[in-house]
């Protein structure tokens, strides 16, 4: 059974940091692509990074570019999303999804339940 759970959000103030992790299982990341995405409150969710399943295709939205780093660790399974710099704006639900092989952020298959970053002093 294909599961996807984020962890690691919290309250963080302006300035921050905070690293994501989603633990994937049921399947191996050698085949699957592995999206981060955000919702924020009254907004459309948007996506904020990916990798794909070579590991070495990495893509970020400009809302993270130089802020925002993904990586994986094959063995653990689990794909992070480091995040410093942080703003009030990157308030949201951060959700990781999967799909086959490379990333697209309109076409993933699987998706977690997310978990939330709050930005704030």
């Known amino acids: 059974q294909v599961q996807l759970v984020e962890s690691g959000g919290d309250l963080v103030q302006p300035g921050g940091s905070l690293r994501l992790a989603c633990a994937a299982s049921?399947?191996?990341?050698?085949?699957?692509?592995i999206g981060w995405f955000r919702q924020a409150p009254g907004k459309e969710r948007e996506g904020v990074s990916c990798?794909?399943?070579?590991?070495?295709?990495?893509y970020y939205a400009d809302s993270g570019k130089g802020r925002f780093t993904t990586s994986r660790d094959t063995a653990k399974n689990t794909v992070y999303l480091q995040m410093i710099s942080l703003k009030p704006e990157d308030t949201a639900v951060y959700y990781c999804?999967?799909?086959?092989?490379?990333?697209?952020?309109?076409?993933?298959?699987?998706w977690g339940k997310g978990t939330l970053v709050t930005v704030s002093s």
């Open positions: 990798i794909d399943s070579s590991g070495r295709d990495i």
């Open positions: 999804a999967a799909r086959t092989w490379a990333c697209s952020l309109g076409g993933m298959t699987y």
């Open positions: 049921g399947f191996s990341l050698d085949y699957f692509a």
